[in-house]
């Protein structure tokens, strides 16, 4: 990704690691994450919504703190570890929040779903058995435009007991 830029000078670029691979980010520092991750490295999991920050449809994990993708500059990124709902799993197996929204129907368009997964997985990170109001506090950022709320909180309780090892319980 970075070449050489104008005179035959060495173009710079932001180093980071996105889902666990090294990767460089050349352009302008001013340019935001999400479009570094859409276009410069094809993580399109990670959604265009408002380009606000307001509705979660761009979230990812950077340095493990859920962050609106479409409101950080890549030139605040030197270093950073950044997951996207790409890196959630680990190879073919779902990851216990993406596993759950799959178990219990929690979408309904699926447009939001990634950055809740992503919220989801943060949440349960630091908190493993969260209660209902936790649930609700942690995913707060997000719009579900299809209403699908109450699914997404059962999910994410349903997440919880697969990352515990609780046994089955249905949806």
Do not use: W
Request: aromatic share 2%; net charge positive.
């Amino acid at each position: 990704m970075a070449g050489k830029g104008a005179g035959g000078r060495a173009a710079r670029g932001v180093r980071l690691t996105v889902n666990g691979e090294p990767v460089t980010v050349s352009g302008s520092p001013e340019r935001h994450l999400l479009e570094a991750l859409r276009v410069d490295l094809g993580r399109t999991g990670t959604k265009y919504g408002c380009g606000e920050g307001e509705c979660g449809a761009c979230t990812v994990l950077v340095d493990g703190t859920p962050t609106p993708a479409c409101q950080v500059p890549i030139r605040e990124l030197q270093g950073a570890d950044v997951r996207t709902i790409e890196g959630m799993a680990t190879g073919d197996r779902l990851n216990p929040a993406q596993q759950a929204f799959v178990e219990t129907g929690a979408f309904q368009c699926g447009f939001c779903t990634p950055g809740m997964v992503v919220r989801a997985t943060a949440l349960l990170d630091r908190n493993p058995d969260p209660s209902e109001a936790d649930i609700r506090e942690a995913l707060e950022p997000h719009l579900c435009r299809c209403g699908a709320n109450a699914r997404i909180v059962r999910a994410v309780r349903r997440a919880s007991e697969i990352a515990r090892g609780d046994r089955m319980r249905g949806p």
